[in-house]
């Protein structure tokens, strides 16, 4: 009998075709959330799974997963998954980096453009009804060219959002755990600064960290405050690594002019208070999401659980597990 692979959310059906020559595949019919015993029961008798973000893999979840051997996550950040629990239990889980990089940066710049230029604002007002006559002195935004632009978090996305600046004409300074070396500095015409001088000097700054523990909150009430009072604070990376309630209150009171936000703290639930600003940009979560990016993250996944179980060009070698021990220690 074939192995089971359970997918958690239907995606392009000719991709997960190319999973039913080797897999018995069972996809589930509509997007939703799963809670852990719903998972711990989808996953009782599944040799692989194919999960997108808001489905939380842990320990506990594994434990009623006992034949489960790989775990393709659909997305580059993966803090839904508990990567050492996995590790532990042997199950092989994999990511998709890299594929999404561009898009994610065209939207970064769409989100900051978006928010500068207050497009959301403007839309909300002209859908209202409310344009009788031309306001001169209205809908005064900032500008994005010739402009400094901060990232915060410098991986491939925040290096592709910064080649992006040249045609702005703005100078991008970044701030990571470790510097880039000199040459891709000069590729992506970034400056290094310290996370002090990121706030204080950015015009616009942009999010692109990973979410840990230790990037909780890496933006609250004491950083909002550093930033400029004209500043745009975009946040493409994940909730919690911005204070939401701060950010509101932040919005709300001028220390900063506006923010663009495709990621939320408890998110499907947004902070009620960023609800009701109308200085800010919001989305639900879809940085990634191009007809073009989100097939090819899709048929990467898919990759990798062929890969997982020895089928397809990567057989044995999943291009892009996490955890490549774990298939190490399996053969
Ligand atoms: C999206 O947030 C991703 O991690 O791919
Ligand atoms: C950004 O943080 C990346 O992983 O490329």
Request: overall charge negative; charged content about 25%; proline content about 5%.
């Amino acid at each position: 009998t074939k192995p089971k692979v359970w997918i958690s959310r239907p995606f392009f059906p000719d991709i997960v075709d190319r999973l039913r020559e080797h897999f018995d595949v069972s996809a589930e019919p509509e997007e939703r959330a799963f809670s852990a015993a719903e998972l711990a029961e989808r996953l009782a008798d599944s040799d692989a799974a194919i999960v997108g973000l808001a489905d939380k893999i842990d320990g506990k979840v594994l434990e009623a997963a006992p034949k489960l051997r790989f775990v393709a996550n659909l997305g580059v950040g993966y803090n839904n998954l508990d990567i050492d629990a996995l590790t532990q239990a042997g199950v092989g889980a994999s990511n998709t980096p890299d594929v999404l990089n561009e898009t994610v940066a065209d939207y970064a710049w769409a989100l900051m453009l978006a928010a500068a230029r207050r497009v959301g604002e403007a839309e909300r007002w002209l859908r209202d009804g409310q344009w009788h006559g031309s306001r001169f002195e209205g809908w005064l935004g900032a500008d994005v060219h010739g402009k400094t632009i901060g990232i915060l978090g410098m991986g491939r996305i925040g290096q592709a959002i910064a080649r992006r600046a040249a045609g702005f004409r703005a100078r991008v300074i970044y701030h990571n755990r470790s510097r880039l070396d000199a040459a891709l500095e000069r590729e992506c015409a970034a400056t290094y600064v310290d996370k002090a001088s990121l706030l204080a000097q950015s015009d616009h700054l942009i999010l692109v960290l990973p979410y840990t523990p230790a990037n909780h909150h890496a933006i609250g009430e004491a950083e909002l405050k550093a930033m400029k009072p004209t500043a745009v604070l975009v946040n493409i990376a994940r909730g919690g690594i911005v204070d939401d309630a701060a950010l509101a209150r932040a919005l709300a009171t001028g220390t900063i002019a506006s923010a663009g936000v495709d990621v939320f703290e408890g998110e499907p639930s947004v902070h009620p208070d960023l609800l009701k600003i109308e200085n800010i940009v919001l989305s639900p979560h879809i940085a990634s999401a191009s007809r073009d990016t989100r097939r090819d993250m899709a048929a990467l996944a898919v990759d990798n659980v062929l890969a997982a179980f020895g089928h397809g060009p990567h057989a044995g070698r999943p291009p892009t597990i996490i955890n490549p021990g774990v298939l190490a220690d399996a053969s």
